[in-house]
Every structure is written in structure tokens, then in C-alpha cells.
């Protein structure tokens, strides 16, 4: 069953759903969608959902270069306001022309707020209903954050997507700890609503409540009123397990707009991604396929590889026979296994190569399955194929 979507009204951003699957209670859950931007330089920019975007925490995705990314088909990319404040700084960045022209990519950015930095790298931190002041992870120096500051910053990176800044409440923590850091996220959401951003930049809210079902539907509530351009569930994955993770994802993103994308942050395991999907979700980003391929985990159709293995070792084979990268096609899985055992460069570009392909073939994947009605009968063979192989390829 389909189901189209108007534009948001008054808002930058446009979101039209092209097809939603019902689940068995009626109820429509996985989409495929398109999300329009303007662009800062006057494009219009188009991501087709459900999107996975590779994360460039320092104006870079580690490894890659941004011709590479485009190849294997990236279509946004994430970008960390934290520490991008902290070096080069964002007032350098707007004097080099904005971080599209820094890092010499010509698609979406979205930066987050620098909220889930501040709690969880800053050891001295002071929280207050104003902000937070806290000491960077690189010198110690003395720094504050407060929601029109960190909406300074987006600006001045000039990021298609700014993200409103947020208290990420710790893992585990009190219901009464939830709600005092869900009560301030709504109450910083709407000061950084009247921050004057550029012309091109949308703004998506961000729904907090832990592992608490009556917050994030207050959450949802009060967030989900307010004119944002999309909304993202924030303050999962953070230690509790994949199974109350989904849990409370399965819960949350019904209850968000159905007229604007539904975005997961910080959710990256390739099981998670397909159950997010298949809640409603139609954005993520994680830092797994990226550090973990630089730690010698591999994502393929046929499971988790730890390429260091000594069964790799004299293994001519490609590391994924259905993958079309460069990696898979140019490369055996032993010679993997021997630039990553002496240490090369080399190894950490082509494994990163592989994981974001797999990453980004997997949505593509996915929304061909949605589009084509199937989107059910591919998951019960993703799970099949890749639950199978990966103990077996995991295993030394």
C-alpha cells in the first residue's frame, strides 16, 4: 500500500513518502521516501530514504577520500559540531567558505548538536536549565554550550540539517533523572527555534525519554508539535541492550509526524538498521561500519568476517562475492588479512571502502524492497543469510 505526503508547510524541507508497507494490525510502518533540500548554493539536493550517513566527525569519514564516498553512493553525511568547534573552529570554517567547500563535498551535511559530546567525553561538566559548561577532551580548557550557541555554530558550518541541542541523560539513570533531562531538551528545542539560522538550513527536533515509554511519548508530544522540519529519537544505543533498544524504537517512532522523516541517531548495527526500518525510520548514522573496519570487522552478505583470522590467511577468495566495490572485486581476503596484521594504511581505507558500501547497499536494498512490495520477504532472507554466516566467518 502507498501513501504520498504533502510538504511540510513553511518549511525549506520537502518529504514525500512514495510507499509505506502495513504490518499485519494495519498499521503502516517501513517507507521509502524522498527528503528535497535547497542546498547552499542554490541545488536542490535529493536523498532517497531509508538513508544510512557515514559520519565525518572532523570534516572527514576516516580513511575515505569524498570522491570515494560518492562512489559507492553516499548521499549525506554527517558532521560532529563538537568537535568541530573545538578544531578548526567554526568561525575558520565560514571564513574557508563553509564546511561543504572545506572538505570538498557537494551533498547534504547534517551536523548534530554537540549534546551527546558535552555528557559523554567531558568528564567536568555542569549542567544547568541555561547549558552546559564543560573542559575539551583535548587541552581541558573551559568551554559552554547552551542552545543558541550551538545553533551559532551549525550556522556558521552552514550544514543542511542542524540538529537541536539536547541533554542526552546517561545509561542507566532514574526516572526522575529521564525526565528532568527530557523537560530540558523541549525547553532548549524552543529557544533554539528562534535562532535565525541561513536560508537553506532545516531543523530537526530530537525526542528524548531513556528507556522510559511514558516519557518518550511525552517527548513525542511536546517535540512533535513544535515546527521542525523532522524529528529524531536521540538517547539510544548508549549500553542498554539491542533488544530494549528496538524496543523502545518500535515504541517512539509511530508516535512522530508522519509528513517528515524519522531519523535514529547513533543506531548502526545491520540488524538494527532493518529493525529500524522496519519501525518507521527513515534516517540513520553510526560510527560502526567506520571503526569497526579499522579494527578488522567486516560486514558482508554473509555475515560478520574478523579479517585478522588465521583462516583468512591463505584464503584467494573476494571477502564478498555479491559486493561490487573495489575492495571485493580487486582484493582477496588473505591479502586483507596481511595489510591488517602488518599494520598498512592501505588496509584501513579498503576495509572502510567495504563496510560503507555494505552499509549503503544494504538501504538501497531495502528500499527497493519497499518499493517493490517485498520489503517482508526480504528481511526473513537478510536475517537467513547474514544470522547464518556469522558465527561461522566470526569464529578463529
Not at 12 to 20: A, D, H, P
Not at 175 to 186: H, I, L, N, P, S
Amino acid at each position: 500500500m502507498s501513501h504520498t505526503a504533502k510538504n511540510i508547510s513553511n518549511s525549506i524541507l520537502g518529504f514525500t513518502v512514495e510507499k509505506t508497507i502495513i504490518d499485519d494490525h494495519g498499521v503502516g510502518r517501513a517507507r521509502a521516501a524522498t527528503v528535497t533540500l535547497p542546498g547552499s548554493l542554490g541545488r536542490t539536493y535529493e536523498i532517497r530514504t531509508p538513508v544510512f550517513m557515514p559520519v565525518g566527525t572532523l570534516g572527514t569519514v576516516k580513511a575515505v577520500a569524498t570522491r570515494e564516498l560518492t562512489e559507492m553512493g553516499a548521499q549525506i553525511i554527517l558532521g560532529n559540531t563538537y568537535h568541530l568547534y573545538l578544531r578548526p573552529g567554526h568561525d575558520r570554517i565560514e571564513r574557508l567558505g563553509g564546511l561543504h567547500k572545506f572538505m570538498n563535498w557537494d551533498k547534504p551535511i547534517l551536523t548534530d548538536s554537540g549534546g551527546f559530546q558535552v555528557f559523554s567525553l567531558s568528564k567536568l561538566n555542569k549542567i544547568d536549565d541555561q547549558g552546559v559548561t564543560f573542559r575539551s577532551h583535548i587541552d581541558g580548557s573551559s568551554h559552554r554550550f547552551t542552545p543558541e550557541h550551538s545553533m551559532a555554530i551549525q550556522r556558521g558550518l552552514g550544514s543542511d540539517i542542524v540538529m537541536a541541542f539536547d541533554e542526552c541523560p546517561p545509561y542507566p539513570a532514574t526516572q526522575e533523572q529521564v525526565q528532568k533531562a527530557m523537560r530540558r531538551t523541549v525547553a532548549w528545542a524552543e529557544r533554539g527555534l528562534n535562532f535565525e539560522l541561513k536560508p537553506h538550513q532545516a531543523r530537526f527536533g530530537i525526542i528524548q525519554g531513556g528507556l522510559y515509554e511514558n516519557l518518550r511519548t511525552q517527548s513525542a508530544t511536546e517535540i512533535g508539535s513544535m515546527p521542525f522540519d523532522g524529528f529524531a529519537i536521540g538517547g539510544l544505543s548508549i549500553g542498554e541492550s539491542p533488544d530494549l533498544m528496538q524496543a523502545m524504537c518500535r515504541h517512539t517512532a509511530p508516535l512522530l509526524p508522519a509528513d517528515r522523516p524519522r531519523y535514529l541517531m547513533g543506531v548502526g548495527r545491520p540488524e538494527d538498521l532493518v529493525e529500524g526500518v522496519r519501525a518507521g525510520i527513515d534516517m540513520f548514522d553510526c560510527v560502526m561500519p567506520t571503526r569497526n573496519a579499522r579494527n578488522g570487522q567486516l560486514f558482508t552478505s554473509q555475515g560478520k568476517v574478523n579479517i585478522k583470522n588465521t583462516r583468512y590467511a591463505d584464503d584467494n577468495s573476494p571477502l564478498d562475492p555479491e559486493c561490487p566495490c573495489e575492495t571485493c572485486t580487486q582484493y582477496s581476503r588473505a591479502y586483507l588479512r596481511h595489510l591488517f596484521v602488518c599494520g598498512e594504511v592501505l588496509s584501513a581505507r579498503l576495509n572502510t571502502i567495504h563496510n560503507l558500501s555494505f552499509y549503503l547497499r544494504l538501504m538501497s536494498q531495502m528500499r527497493e524492497a519497499i518499493l517493490e512490495n517485498r520489503f517482508d520477504d526480504w528481511v526473513k532472507t537478510f536475517y537467513t543469510n547474514y544470522s547464518k554466516h556469522s558465527a561461522v566467518n566470526s569464529s578463529s
